[in-house]
């Protein structure tokens, strides 16, 4: 399931870290967001290295659909109403700068990344909610109009377009702006304390510290696992379904994305909280749809993605918490990490130089609202339900009863374990525990993947850690 973006591209492999060293600034984690913080903070003088449990864009920039956009979905009308308009418009001019930062970086640094400015709508059959977000993105000042027809085959009422946004190769782009950059990949942090950053094969001492690693891993402080979950969602890419005239996202039912690359469509959707998919066939729907909007296409891959979801619907970036003033996060970017990132990496540039953002406040980590505790209150009932259900709920089956090409939780030698039988019949057992903060996981049928519903850990079916914020495998001994 690998993404076109990995295909026939390579970035330089780096060493892992081998030894105690020290530094200005250092960033956890080498996706977009890490990578395009490291640029802009050694651009402005800073002394960066940045450390990577796996590769440089191992995990979720290469599997992202790559829109650069301030449309974020039917979002404006609802941050005027909650944060306010000043706040709102924060939000929509940051990520407008965003992109007129990657068109501008992009120029300056002749970054070879297939980058193309495109409308982007976001369509619905909801009249009164169209018209609320188009009055709501009038009012914040951004460029945008409803419109009746689209180039997509999908019966709407119409659709908000916002001019001026791109698309982009995501690999192509960090392939080139992280090859100045110092960085330690299959290097995964085992602990952070104060200012030292401890690995198996070395430590960091840095003066800043940035947290760039989709989903904290450090729980206490900052508690990102009670503002956050993670959702999932699966795309298609289509040979012979056409072009159509920028990029889409749909509201409601037609909950479903087009956006084309060269020759390629790229149809996504099917999302669902991550550990909700037991009765799997995400990607049959998919395609389902697909051969009814597209019957001449042929998929040529498939694959997907993971994001954080705040209990706000806004990202958190800046400090980690208040009482510590020289680590940084930058997290819970929703399904729009391509333009999060930058604006991750444009606020935190402007953090840790000592200078004003004047986007900084809508983002900042520590803020809270009254109305958050209901979401809190939710997200932590989840976590209740998984801790329960691992504790108190019996095994339907067991392992002998397990089909082959299937995997759950069952009963193995009297103990509760997560099975997965290959269809040759071989067992691969795994503890059913996740190591975060002790949820019980949940199979994915789609991907073969034990997935935790509880803050969105997974692990593939051997046991092996795919996304954190768990740090460690689930080998069953």
């Not at 009249?127 to 188009?134: A, G, Y």
């Not at 956006?259 to 998919?277: A, C, V």
């Not at 406040?361 to 009254?370: A, G, I, K, L």
């Not at 019996?394 to 030698?413: F, N, R, S, Y």
């Amino acid at each position: 399931m690998r993404s076109i973006w990995t295909q026939n591209i390579d970035i330089r492999k780096r060493d892992c870290l081998k030894e105690n060293i020290e530094t200005e600034v250092a960033v956890i984690g080498a996706g977009l967001a890490g990578i395009l913080i490291a640029f802009q903070l050694q651009r402005a003088g800073k002394k960066v290295v940045v450390i990577e449990g796996n590769r440089i864009a191992s995990g979720q920039t290469s599997h992202t659909t790559a829109k650069i956009t301030s449309q974020h979905g039917l979002v404006y009308h609802r941050f005027i109403r909650e944060v306010g308009e000043e706040k709102a418009k924060q939000y929509a001019l940051a990520n407008e700068s965003a992109i007129d930062e990657y068109r501008k970086l992009i120029k300056e640094e002749k970054i070879s990344c297939d980058f193309e400015e495109k409308c982007s709508y976001i369509f619905s059959d909801d009249e009164m909610e169209l018209q609320e977000e188009l009055e709501a993105v009038n009012q914040l000042g951004l460029s945008a109009e409803l419109v009746r027809r689209l180039s997509i085959p999908i019966s709407c009422t119409g659709a908000i377009r916002f001019d001026h946004q791109a698309q982009f190769h995501p690999i192509k782009f960090i392939k080139a702006i992280s090859e100045s950059l110092t960085v330690y990949e299959n290097t995964p942090v085992t602990s952070v304390e104060g200012h030292r950053i401890k690995t198996k094969g070395g430590e960091v001492q840095a003066e800043k510290i940035v947290f760039a690693t989709h989903f904290p891993f450090i729980n206490f402080p900052g508690m990102y696992f009670a503002r956050m979950h993670q959702e999932r969602s699966y795309v298609l890419a289509l040979k012979g379904a056409g072009q159509v005239d920028g990029m889409f996202l749909g509201e409601g039912k037609n909950a479903y994305s087009f956006r084309n690359y060269g020759d390629f469509l790229l149809f996504g959707g099917e999302g669902h909280r991550t550990g909700e998919n037991k009765g799997g066939g995400r990607y049959d729907a998919l395609r389902k749809k697909a051969k009814e909007l597209f019957p001449d296409s042929e998929e040529v891959a498939h694959w997907s993605a993971q994001d954080c979801i705040t209990v706000d619907s806004i990202p958190y970036i800046g400090n980690y918490t208040s009482e510590k003033n020289d680590w940084y996060v930058a997290t819970g970017f929703q399904k729009w990490g391509m333009s999060h990132s930058m604006v991750s990496a444009m606020i935190l540039r402007d953090l840790i130089c000592g200078n004003e953002n004047p986007y900084s406040e809508v983002f900042d980590p520590s803020r809270f609202v009254t109305k958050d505790i209901k979401n809190i209150a939710k997200e932590g009932g989840v976590a209740v339900k998984g801790l329960v259900k691992r504790v108190f709920q019996l095994p339907e089956e067991t392992a002998m009863g397990l089909p082959k090409g299937h995997g759950g939780v069952v009963e193995l030698e009297e103990e509760k374990v997560g099975v997965y039988k290959d269809f040759d019949g071989k067992l691969y057992v795994v503890d059913i525990r996740c190591p975060h903060l002790g949820c019980q996981l949940e199979w994915n049928p789609d991907e073969r993947s034990w997935d935790c519903p509880c803050h969105g850990s997974r692990f593939d079916y051997h046991g092996k850690l795919i996304s954190n914020p768990a740090q460690e495998d689930i080998y069953f001994e």
